[in-house]
């Protein structure tokens, strides 16, 4: 089932994946892509991975660099890399305020890693464990 243009923001940060076959040189619409909710099923199914697809926000009218197949996921190679970045509105320079973050960090036992962020705003932590 393809997913209407209405449908394009609310699913823009789920995967892409080919509802029909495309041609090199198109320019990927809404009308090109499988609606996000059967996409666990097919995976499932083992009839393709999700681990390069790119997502629908990044493909929505981005051209195709190859003949692409239906039911296979949306990647930098089908694209060829032009891949459409989230763009985020600077903020305005008079309402910029600088914030100073105070950070520690400090290992105890060897087996518990403790980080004290004292003020801080989108914070993102990744340990490998």
Do not use: R, W
């Not at 600088?98 to 087996?111: K, L, R």
């Not at 004290?116 to 705003?121: D, H, L, M, N, R």
């Amino acid at each position: 089932m393809l997913i209407t243009n209405e449908m394009v923001k609310e699913y823009a940060d789920k995967p892409a994946v080919f509802a029909v076959k495309v041609p090199a040189g198109t320019e990927i619409s809404a009308e090109h892509l499988e609606h996000p909710m059967f996409l666990d099923d097919m995976v499932s199914s083992n009839l393709f991975t999700l681990d390069t697809a790119l997502t629908i926000g990044q493909v929505i009218g981005v051209k195709t660099a190859k003949d692409c197949d239906a039911l296979t996921p949306v990647t930098e190679e089908a694209v060829g890399g032009a891949v459409k970045l989230a763009a985020k509105e600077a903020p305005a320079e008079e309402n910029v305020q600088e914030v100073q973050v105070q950070t520690e960090v400090a290992a105890q036992d060897g087996n518990t890693i403790i980080i004290s962020i004292k003020e801080g705003k989108d914070i993102y932590l990744e340990l490998p464990m």
